[in-house]
């Protein structure tokens, strides 16, 4: 789906949709300001607002997540695709490793004079999914030793797998890392990857270190489960590992800091 079979433009607007899903998207973009809390919404920050809808076409019932985000700061995307492309063509990516994420149905900009007011992004929705939230501290599952270690275990392999192919997640936080239990197996699936992109082998032993810190940082593990699961990182790296080995890496872990000169340190371990 290269291009969203080329119909993306950074010069007026434009909208890409699954063959079977045309009639739906213009539904939605046609209904969208009148669109409201009682319609589905699931999630609003920032702006962005997502919803949870079921619509049927050609025969086929659909069972979706339909997210629009604000133009905010336009003057970034004259140039660049937005926040909804981004993410469109990183599932799309993922899809195609055999990555456990949503399927993309469409996508689209709102633009007038190259500025970006508006872009969308439609996806298959994942029934009976919870976010990893739910294993940080006071989590529902905090205390579920075995639910905690098979998530983070299978986490860190795919992560393992987007690095050997040079890949920085950027927001490898446990809230955009759903999980479920399947016939008494837990399974994985990723959404928000609107961040995730290609970065250079020489820059990728700090995207291991920014990627496995955001989730230590939410995390709170202990020292020894930090270790377990750097060690388990390191192990499923086929192409490439940090320069220096697990020693390394975790006393990186302990000293990082966001920016350079910045003075904070962070907590990640309870």
């Known amino acids: 789906m290269k291009n969203f079979n080329g119909a993306e433009s950074r010069f007026s607007s434009w909208s890409y949709a699954e063959k079977g899903f045309e009639d739906i998207l213009s539904e939605l973009r046609s209904g969208t300001p009148a669109m409201s809390k009682s319609a589905g919404l699931i999630n609003e920050s920032s702006g962005k607002m997502v919803w949870r809808l079921v619509r049927s076409a050609n025969g086929r019932e659909y069972d979706f997540a339909y997210k629009i985000n604000p133009g905010k700061t336009p003057w970034r995307y004259i140039f660049s695709p937005s926040l909804a492309v981004r993410e469109a ?80 997640h950027k927001a490898f936080h446990p809230r955009n890392l759903l999980w479920r239990e399947n016939d008494g197996k837990l399974e994985v699936f990723w959404i928000d990857v609107a961040r995730c992109r290609k970065v250079g082998k020489r820059r990728m032993d700090r995207a291991v270190l920014v990627d496995l810190h955001t989730y230590f940082r939410d995390m709170k593990l202990t020292y020894e489960e930090l270790e377990e699961y750097v060690g388990y990182y390191l192990a499923n790296r086929c192409n490439g590992t940090y320069t220096g080995g697990k020693t390394a890496l975790i006393n990186a872990l302990f000293k990082f800091r966001r920016r350079m000169f910045s003075r904070k340190r962070y907590t990640i371990t309870g």
């Open 89 to 168: 063509e990183n599932y799309c990516m993922f899809e195609a490793m055999g990555f456990p994420v949503a399927h993309v149905l469409a996508v689209g900009d709102v633009r007038k004079f190259f500025i970006l007011k508006e872009n969308f992004i439609a996806t298959t929705y994942i029934p009976g999914t919870r976010d990893g939230r739910e294993f940080m501290p006071g989590g529902a599952f905090r205390e579920n030793d075995d639910l905690l270690r098979e998530y983070t275990r299978q986490n860190f392999l795919l992560l393992a797998r987007i690095h050997d192919n040079n890949v920085f």
